[in-house]
Nanobody, 115 residues
Framework: QVQLVESGGGLVEAGGSLRLSCAAS????????MGWYRQGPGKQRELVAR???????NYADSVKGRFAISRDNAKNTAYLQMNSLKPEDTAVYYC?????????WGQGTQVTVSS
């Protein structure tokens, strides 16, 4: 099993910044890509950003230029730096990874952006 724990969420004003962390533990030797997803009120979960073990990244169009995903393989931790936050970014943010064909999810961390 792989366990993922997110942290760093909170309440910020529009234009502010937050940094989310995702710590992985368990059977993590085969982890390749890690990703951040979010689910806003009344919406389906969507991919925000993804990063491979080698550092290649992908972003949703809505966050390009504002968010940056990174990882520290030695610490088994992924990060999501969120800048220029907008009220539309309000959601529960989840960390996820797929290991040997199985997807694992963290419990989520709430991000609320006020106008």
């Amino acid at each position: 099993q792989v366990q993922l724990v997110e942290s760093g969420g909170g309440l910020v004003e529009a234009g502010g910044s937050l940094r989310l962390s995702c710590a992985a533990s368990g059977s993590i030797f085969s982890i390749n890509a890690m990703g951040w997803y979010r689910q806003g009120p009344g919406k389906q979960r969507e991919l925000v950003a993804r990063i491979t073990r080698g550092g290649d990244t992908n972003y949703a169009d809505s966050v390009k230029g504002r968010f940056a995903i990174s990882r520290d393989n030695a610490k088994n931790t992924a990060y999501l730096q969120m800048n220029s936050l907008k009220p539309e970014d309000t959601a529960v943010y989840y960390c996820a990874t797929t290991v040997l064909g199985r997807t694992y999810w963290g419990q989520g961390t709430q991000v609320t952006v006020s106008s």
